[in-house]
């Protein structure tokens, strides 16, 4: 185990109870658009509840609907309300684990790094664009 001074503990203790906030509006906000991995055999999306130190959360969507820039519009504004906070967002269709490269979305207060591949996507999903969104050209998600 590392050890931590008492300050660096407080600071610690103090992001976990962030996120442990954080993931619980994420969950309830994403099940209003699909299926949680924690209520489903067949799911949607999947929000990761391991706390690794960093000031994000993590939601791997296995449903490109979710990509719809109203429910990232909703994630943006959820997110806001945690300063310094951002959710990475993940494209983890089951038929495409190997023949698609990583992707997804950087979702944070101010803008949305976009780092979707759309040419893999089927036509209808690849025209999807964000407001306040800038391409994120070569960064992996």
Known sequence: MISMTPE??????????????????????????????????????????????????????CNL?????HIVKRLQELVAEFPGWEIVYTVTLHDHLYDWPDMGLYIREHEVADGLQRQYFPKEFQGLEYEGSRRDIGGKV
């Open 65 to 69: 609907t979710l990509l719809h820039p």
């Open 8 to 61: 660096e503990a407080r600071l610690y203790e103090a992001q976990l109870d962030i996120f442990e906030r954080l993931i619980m509006r994420v969950e309830k906000l994403m099940a209003k658009f699909g299926r949680s991995a924690t209520a489903a055999d067949e799911y949607d999306f999947s929000v990761l509840a391991d706390f690794w130190g960093h000031p994000q959360v993590k939601i791997s969507i």
